[in-house]
Nanobody, 126 residues
Framework: QVQLVESGGGSVQAGGSLRLSCTTS????????MAWFRQAPGKEREGVAH???????SYADAVKGRFSISQDGDKDIVYLQMNNLKPEDTAMYYC????????????????????WGQGTQVTVTS
């Protein structure tokens, strides 16, 4: 049973940084598409960043230039480096895996991902 476990969330002031980690149990992150999504209270879950098995990345417009997704294939960990955080980045952040290739090598929608972690909370105060 593959498990995705997020960590690294917390509370920071606007302009600060956080690095989220997603560890997988026996899931080869370098072979499949991985992504980070977020969901704020009362809002839909939205894609933030995506990385495919070749290391190519894509981002939501709201985070371009501030967030960076990367992966460590040896440790099967996916990271989300978040810089210059804004209050509107406040949300629960989820790691997701697309083992069927439905995302087509891009961020796609939440329906394209078949495995999810439990989430880690990020709160940005002004």
């Amino acid at each position: 049973q593959v498990q995705l476990v997020e960590s690294g969330g917390g509370s920071v002031q606007a302009g600060g940084s956080l690095r989220l980690s997603c560890t997988t149990s026996g899931y080869p992150v370098s072979r499949y598409c991985m992504a980070w999504f977020r969901q704020a209270p009362g809002k839909e879950r939205e894609g933030v960043a995506h990385i495919d098995g070749e290391g190519r990345t894509s981002y939501a417009d709201a985070v371009k230039g501030r967030f960076s997704i990367s992966q460590d294939g040896d440790k099967d960990i996916v990271y989300l480096q978040m810089n210059n955080l804004k209050p509107e980045d406040t949300a629960m952040y989820y790691c997701a895996a697309d083992s069927f290739g439905l995302s087509g090598g891009k961020l796609g929608s939440k329906e394209d991902y078949n495995m999810w972690g439990q989430g880690t909370q990020v709160t940005v105060t002004s």
